[in-house]
């Protein structure tokens, strides 16, 4: 398995995750439940399709199984072999917090379960049909209740090894309790579900924006890594392909202001399992309008092939197909006008909630939104008209760049006179 999960979703341990990923499915077989509503759902749901059937049976035909890496599963244990048995390793999933462990977060059993049938030809129809989202859907907004009620604090304690306050977590953590609002006198740190825990807020004062009245500037919307830039962007190109350029058409969801970021730039960053979830206004301006728009949340670039930690080689063509939230801005500054952030869902981190809407002010560095149960991948998109210095602290973008801090200058409006056009 990788050693670098994007994010580090996914166990960059492949021993570590192994054993996680053999009790579930021990769990499963050993304890043959009633599959949950949910997942019922989307069982009876192929079932009923003839197409969706045979999807289902080409996937696991597709699947090399008797050759490496494909006769075991990314965590190196034996490949599911059936839908059926992955159905109810997922219904397990549903009802276990992600545990800490100090050489990655499993904050994604199902696209782990699911892995290698995604890039099968297959598999890639199955997981960009309306009726498979829509229950893939409903399954993760059961997760959801799940993780937001108090069932879900077993995983935030400081049990040894697995606990998100234990002396490993802690390590990786280590300015915890100095950096985020908590109380670590009460049990669990105050939080009061999984999902408090992964939306804290920084105390005030730990992030404070840079030249926050430079309407110039441009601060850093998340806690990010920077991942592409790319200028000159197309309205429309063959985004599904290898190297997966952005078509803006896509990734705007067919906006009717689309058109206006025709040949524009994209800067896309990630976010760490590790890090701050919520999303701020990397300008001051105004709202313009702001919606989620529903998608995909398996569906990976089958040009990439087979991904032990997918979609981390799909993360540009998930900008256009993946479960997203749009925020057009009107940005004070004449020279960046109008922008849009969005924010990408990514496999079971796809719950984007706004919390501006249309007409509002907002300040450079206040809060526009966040994902839910972690964090995924953001891009800030500019018009041509936007001539931008970029400042990633000498770092090619990329799976390996570091993270710039929440309100960091990363680009700079340029100035007539300027003629640098490099990172």
């Known amino acids: 398995m990788s050693r670098f999960c994007v994010g580090e979703w996914l166990e960059s341990d492949q021993a570590v995750f192994a054993d996680w990923m053999k009790s579930l499915g021990e769990h499963a077989a ?37 050759s490496p890496p494909c006769d075991r599963d990314p965590t ?31 904050g994604l059993p199902i696209n782990a379960i699911l892995d290698w049938l995604l890039p099968t030809e297959a598999g890639h129809a199955f997981f960009l049909d309306d009726d498979v989202n829509r229950c893939l859907k409903d399954i993760l907004d059961y997760w959801g209740e ?6 879900s604090l ?13 002396l490993d977590a802690m390590a990786r953590m280590p300015d915890f309790d100095r950096e985020f609002e908590c109380d670590p006198a009460l049990p669990h740190r105050g939080f009061t579900s999984w999902d408090d825990f992964f939306t804290r ?3 005030p004062g730990q992030r404070p924006v840079e030249a926050i009245d430079d309407d110039a500037v441009i601060v850093n919307a998340c806690e990010s890594a920077p991942y592409r830039l790319a200028r000159e962007v197309k309205l429309n190109d063959r985004f599904w392909i290898k190297a997966q350029p952005y078509a803006l058409e896509r990734m705007l969801a067919g906006d009717e202001l689309a058109p206006r970021f025709d040949g524009g730039t994209v800067y896309q960053a990630f976010l760490s399992s590790f890090s701050y979830h919520r999303w701020h206004s990397p300008v001051a301006g105004r709202i313009v309008k702001a919606y989620v728009v529903e998608g995909s949340y398996y569906s990976s670039c089958i040009e990439e092939g087979l991904d032990p930690c997918g979609p981390r080689r799909s993360q540009a063509y998930i900008t256009q197909v993946a479960t997203r939230a749009l925020v057009f801005i009107e940005a004070d500054h004449p020279g960046i006008g109008l922008m849009c952030f969005m924010a990408v869902g ?57 993270k710039i801090k929440l309100g960091e200058r990363i680009a700079t409006v340029r100035r007539r006179t300027d003629v640098s056009d490099e990172v």
């Not at 072999?81 to 977060?105: C, D, W, Y």
């Open 146 to 151: 799940f993780l937001r009620s108090a069932a």
């Open 346 to 402: 990514m496999a079971e981190v796809s719950a984007c909630e706004i919390t501006v809407r249309a007409g509002d002010r907002v300040g450079k560095g206040q809060q526009i939104g966040m994902f839910h149960f972690g964090g995924s991948t953001h891009c800030l998109i500019f018009r041509p008209e936007t001539e931008l210095d970029f400042d990633l602290r000498g770092q090619t973008p990329g799976l390996d760049a570091e």
């Open 76 to 106: 190196g244990r034996p490949q599911a072999g059936s839908f059926a048995q992955a159905l109810h390793m997922i219904s397990v999933a549903l009802g276990r917090p992600p545990e800490f462990n100090k050489t990655g977060l499993t």
């Open 154 to 166: 077993p995983a935030l304690t400081d049990r040894p090894r697995k606990g998100w306050f234990s």
């Open 30 to 66: 050993a304890h043959p439940a009633p599959l949950l509503p949910p997942v019922k759902a989307l069982e009876e749901c192929v079932a009923r399709s003839p197409r969706l059937s045979a999807l289902v049976a080409q996937m696991f035909v597709q699947l090399p199984v008797g």
């Open 201 to 203: 807020r920084f105390w």
